[in-house]
């Protein structure tokens, strides 16, 4: 590839890609991301793996802003996966609520072992 002059380099730590189309959003949870370089103005991505989720434009407009989680909960989930409770927040919020699918997603970000 260096021979062609084109360059390819990973992009470290990318915990999230999100690509918004004018009718969805596409969201990539912990992809691996490439940035091929060429000529002066003509670099490009690759996004490699990670977990895909769509979703239609009005949908994911405030949706995590309505989802309440009890601080019970919260509690839980802290101290099952030994985080701080705003992390175990966000989980819970990505997990709409489910206390199973919160301690799942820490654990897939690598934030905790089960």
Do not use: W, Y
């Not at 009005?58 to 701080?84: L, M, T």
């Amino acid at each position: 590839m260096k021979r062609l002059g084109i360059s390819l380099n990973e992009v470290p730590n990318v915990e999230k890609v999100i690509i918004q189309a004018q009718d969805e959003i596409i969201e990539i949870d912990h992809p691996k991301v490439l940035e091929i370089g060429g000529k002066v103005g003509e670099a490009g991505f690759q996004v490699l793996g990670g977990e895909v989720t769509r979703k239609g434009k009005e949908e994911g407009e405030g949706k995590q802003a309505e989802i309440q989680v009890p601080e019970d909960d919260v509690e839980f989930v802290a101290s099952q996966a030994g985080v701080d409770k705003e992390k175990a927040r966000q989980a819970l919020i990505k997990a709409h609520g489910d206390i199973a699918g919160a301690l799942m997603e820490l654990k897939k970000r690598g934030q905790v072992k089960l």
